[in-house]
């Protein structure tokens, strides 16, 4: 039996035509991020995500310090993607997406990001840091207090996934920075789980996925075995 939850919804998105001048929805629906980037870098990351998509480029308004960019889908909604710095090595970034289609402003967030270089998580040698923990408890209960960690530690989350024998929870730190959580049955009762922060290595990053190990650690109360 397979399970899978999942935030970010690609989809094909055909040739395109004129944008029709419409409301843009409630600001609720608006995608906001920060990236440790520059409004420059950020701003030529946003243009080629918009292509990326798909999206026609209909307007194209910004300097050094940011700016606005309007696009259109094939049914003539607008995309409206604002870049703006907040110093010489950090922008935010507001996606919105008429009449208010998160699913797709979410979406484009993250192509920013993967344009930026800081796409999903990942460990390894060439990966981010990383730090591990053996658990005695059921995939179910794992995937709960994985949910629970982040939202303690106030990421945002991109991606759940719940399979037979493994999951994994994906987000995004303040500043973009992509972390996960991965979990993986090893006996019935017995997961192995693993905190990954970033896709290379760096020391904030190494802090970060310890952590992970540890708010996940003081909300179950058990202490996992040794990395």
Known sequence: ??????????????????????????????????????????????????????????????????????????????????VKSVDEHHSKVSVRVEPGDRTLATLLQERIAEKLGLGEASSGLLGGNSVEGTYTTDLGAAVQTARRTMRSLLVTVTQDETHADWAKIDGRLKDSTPVRIRIERIEELKMRIAFIAGNEKSEDNKLFARRMKEEYEAMTQIKGSSD
């Open 1 to 82: 039996m397979r399970r899978t939850t999942a935030f970010l919804l690609s989809a094909a998105i055909p040739f395109l035509w004129a944008c029709q001048s419409n409301d843009l929805g409630s600001g609720t629906n608006t995608v906001d991020r920060e990236f440790a980037r520059s409004a420059h870098d950020v701003w030529k990351a946003s243009v080629k995500s918009a292509e990326s998509l798909d999206l026609r480029v209909s307007g194209d308004t910004h300097d050094r310090f940011g700016g606005e960019l309007v696009a259109c889908r094939a049914n003539g909604e607008e995309v409206r993607i604002w």
